[in-house]
């Protein structure tokens, strides 16, 4: 396994001192981390800690002061539209499939803003190699499908609008673990073929076990942050989130 380029050059994603809530309600309070090219970052923290408020913010999808950019382009005036078109890609906790749909449309549904035709149709068989059950299933319906091979669809759907950073919230959620460990699989393959992913995960072992760096949210704060290895075995860490 090829491991990532961690904290060298210039980082693909940084923010700084970002601040962000709900209707006059603070819950992010000046947040920095960066991401760098072709690393998994893990996001972790408890139930509540602003982790999805923090993709919201990143997304544009609520309103936040401090700096973002992203690849050299400043997102914080932009819309999600604008965001979204410039490479940020978040594959959304719940995954948020066009049910009714058949796989492969999900799939095309994440390249519609591309028009290089051959590019989309390589991207695809792509994502039916990284993911053999989505390749079997393509004309089935997303919504019949089970918990793990919608994630995947998710995740494939995220990829096809071929992203600068590819942010995941909560991609082990209702999922068992052998499906979990695959799907980290998928990310550790991207991973070394170039992607950048931002992994948002209430389970904090299983994100740190898979992810390059981590930063560990408490109250809208960051409270650690290191090379996932590290904060796996920083004390406060595993008394904190790993029960240990
Ligand atoms: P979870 O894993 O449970 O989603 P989280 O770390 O993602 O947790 P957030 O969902 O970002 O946490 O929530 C952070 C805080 O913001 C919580 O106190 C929550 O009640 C509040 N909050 C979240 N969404 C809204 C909203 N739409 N309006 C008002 N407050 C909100």
Avoid: W
């Amino acid at each position: 396994m090829t491991g990532a380029i961690t904290e060298k050059g210039e980082p693909l994603l940084e923010v700084k001192g970002l601040s962000a809530g709900y209707g006059g309600m603070p819950v992010l309070n000046d947040i920095s981390l960066k991401v760098y090219p072709a690393e998994i970052v893990a996001l972790v923290g408890s139930n509540g800690a602003g982790k999805t408020t923090l993709l919201r913010a990143l997304s544009r999808v609520i309103s936040s002061t401090g700096e973002i950019v992203m690849n050299h382009k400043n997102l914080a005036p932009m819309t999600p539209d604008q965001a979204f078109a410039v490479g940020l890609v978040q594959v959304p906790e719940g995954r948020q499939l066009f049910d009714r749909m058949t796989v492969q449309d999900n799939l095309l549904m994440g390249a519609f803003q591309r028009n290089e035709k051959a590019a989309v149709a390589r991207d695809l068989e792509k994502m039916y190699a990284l993911f053999p059950k989505l390749s079997e299933r393509r004309r089935q319906l997303a919504g019949s499908m089970s918990g793990g091979e919608q994630q995947m669809c998710a995740m494939a759907r995220g990829m096809m609008a071929a992203p600068v950073l590819l942010m995941i919230d909560e991609m082990s959620l209702g999922l068992a673990p052998v499906i979990v460990e695959q799907l980290m699989e998928v990310l550790t393959t991207i991973r070394n073929e170039g992607a950048t992913v931002l992994l948002v995960e209430q389970d904090v072992n299983l994100a740190l076990s898979g992810a390059d760096r981590g930063y560990v949210m408490e109250t809208g704060r960051i409270v650690h942050s290191g090379l996932a290895k590290e904060l796996i075995d920083d004390p406060e860490v595993r008394r904190a989130y790993l029960g240990l």
